[in-house]
């Protein structure tokens, strides 16, 4: 005879135990759970610490590949320092009009004018090239949206300022288009 079939009162408490537990899962999962949360996990810009200490950590080609990630992070955290709080207007080469707002708080707006949805799951740089003199840079701004992500190629040479689609890495169809400062506008985002 088995242990559990000798008491009766342990196995009736254990199947009460499963149900409380069963219950208390759709009940966190109705009311935003951990599903719910991962999902709505926002994009945020990397303060590239990781990465450093991963350099002072490493030795060899292992630095190496840990000094070149450290690198293209500190790139990405320069172009979203100057991508922050701006609202580029204009168009690409194809005739799309472009007017999108990027805040420091990780709001983002697209299609301004047309009062376009509001995106608050945050944004991010990745993929950032810098130019050699320092006065330009070629980047790509992702953000997401229901069902995939908003993806912008920014480029900057000097004072003028492009936008225009990425694809493999590489802006395409950058147009001419002009920043103005949208800190006022992100206070009300």
């Given at each position: 005879?088995?242990r559990v ?8 408490a254990?199947a009460?135990?499963c ?11 109705e ?8 999902a ?10 990781k990465?450093?200490?991963?350099v ?28 922050a ?42 993929d ?5 003199d320092?006065?330009g840079?070629?980047a ?21 300022w492009?936008?225009?689609y ?18 006022s506008a992100?206070?009300?985002?």
């Amino acid at each position: 005879m088995s242990r559990v079939g000798r008491h009766p009162v342990r196995r009736g408490a254990a199947a009460a135990l499963c149900v409380l537990v069963a219950v208390a899962g759709l009940a966190a999962a109705e009311a935003g759970g951990p599903d719910v949360a991962a999902a709505a996990a926002k994009f945020r810009q990397p303060t590239c610490a990781k990465e450093k200490a991963k350099v002072r950590k490493t030795t060899g080609q292992k630095r190496r590949a840990a000094t070149a990630k450290h690198k293209q992070c500190m790139a990405n955290l320069a172009v979203y320092q100057e991508v922050a709080d701006s609202h580029l207007v204009g168009s690409r080469t194809d005739g799309v009009t472009i007017d999108t707002i990027y805040c420091a708080n990780g709001k983002w707006q697209d299609d301004v004018g047309r009062g376009g949805a509001v995106g608050t799951q945050g944004w991010r740089v990745v993929d950032a090239r810098m130019a050699r003199d320092g006065r330009g840079f070629t980047a790509t701004v992702e953000a997401k949206i229901p069902g995939g992500r908003h993806v912008q190629a920014v480029v900057k040479d000097g004072d003028r300022w492009q936008v225009g689609y990425e694809w493999n890495g590489e802006a395409h169809n950058a147009g001419d288009v002009e920043r103005s400062d949208a800190s006022s506008a992100c206070a009300t985002l």
